[in-house]
């Protein structure tokens, strides 16, 4: 049977105020499109796995959130972190446990924030990815098509084709500087990593049994494959190394591929990211919430709770607004707001 | 004995959103002093006359509002006014109403929304005035002396001195242009009229008989000097003509004098007025509340609700905050905030 589990552990504050440890981006109508990206995320994966299978880790406090938006999951299947670790001892705990249910799972591993617009040609992908790792000891990454020398992602180097569209990796690589990041996009085997992964039950947990065995060994008090926790999760997984999946597993992985996948796909990083998906005015306003604009141009706007916003002669600026709080910014300076956002001005 | 009235009936929306036509101007703290301006203004006449002999005429929308904020107030004197039908009708009650209580009383009449910074000095100008009308049939109205050439207000021209301080009054002149508010600042005799009159009783309810007869009647019939009213406020007050105290009775009457004061005076109009009456930081930003501010200079900002609000990058700009409505512009364009306040955008 198909799993797909979700990671929705961030607590994001680039998008401050409308993101906030309290509830971050995931949890968030971000695109003013009606559903939360959290939302977006378990729709992309409709008819890829039934809803009894999905799977959701997060911080303890987001559980309620978790049910209140995705009341369809089951509650066992809400994995809640006592601690932040890192999304390799996320992953592993969700093996675990799903190996408990099902010993043939064959499982997606994804992001809770990532935006996905060509959700059709996505799931063909991960459906070509399924059929794949079903039957192999092999772990599937989707490798997003770059569009741009994007210097903020890892990337995914891809080889020969092993079947239909699976390509062997040859290595995952580091942020690039923008000279290699050119170099990487004009090679045209050079794919994004978007932390999406696929693989079967036996591989998610024999991998990390040999490349992360501090993590394993956690996961064999603490969901054992038969008998009784000898710990709690309080006390067990807030003691799993902190590292993420990537370096634990799957730069060491002797046996990753990849799909290609031209899905138009965002991370939704920030809001430079956000301008670009949302649809824009006829001065390359992009705007979420009812707001009145005059003379403005190349602005992203969003207001969730406000009753009236008036904005007038900005070019450029970011303004967020939620639950009393207010940001107005260039465009330019969004790498400050999470020092913002938290900082109290002398 | 003394009696101040405050007009408070305006229902300016040139503050947007701070100010609204449910709660205007002159029941804010805009200053971010703690007092909201009709404190203030009840404030200035603090030692001029017992709280007894204060009266606030205003719209029965805000009566409420009144109470709230001036609990020493007798609920007698706050007149309610059920049509807003400019000063002159407003005056006239106020005064119809005094005479009932006090046949010789001596009476100040101020707008509930200016700002004095020099009450010391006030004070005294106000004491000189009504020891000038305890005696006299006069009107005494303040001249603001001028610090530029204003082409927003009204002005006094003043000639000789009649006795101490206080001067004839040659004529009221309309807002000039900009040549005639220039020539008025040098020849050094024109006042701006900051609509504060000083007169007793009968020279009050005289003069609005002699040059405002149907306001004169119908006040007769709503507040008769013994007997009972003929008909309710209700039904009486609305039929009043809707005209100022300076066209119906300033311009025409015959001793009209002024005394020039040089007091810190501000009608606090607009964002421009509140700019230059608060305190600035290094970068000329002028600030009330919570805000924490990032590469901003010449900004004016008000916020009363907003939990934290920071802004960066903005020169020359407006940003006010209220009950959940937001203005951003720029201050060069502030005339048309009352327009975006009101208006549905399409």
Redesign the interface.
Known sequence: MNHVVIMAGGIGSRFW?LSTPEFPKQFIDILGCGRTLIQLTVDRFKGICPDENFWVVTNEKYVDIVKDQIPTIPESHILAEPAARNTAPCVAWAGWRIRQEDECANIVVTPADAVIMNVEAFRAIINEALGYTAAADAIVTLGIVPNRPETGYGYVESEAVLCGNVHKVAAFREKPNLETAKQYLSAGNYLWNAGIFVWNVGTLINSIRQYAPQIAGVMDMMVPDGGVPSKSVEELFPTCEKISIDYAVMEKHPNVCTIPADVQWSDLGNWQSLHEKLEKDSQNNGCVGRV???ECQNCVVH?E??????????DG?I?S?K????????RS?EQ??KE??S?E?A
């Open positions: 105020p009145d604009l005059y207001t709770d406000a009753k009236k916003v008036v904005l007038q002669g900005l600026y303004v607004e639950n009393g709080q207010i940001l107005v910014c260039k300076e400050r707001i913002w956002s900082g001005k």
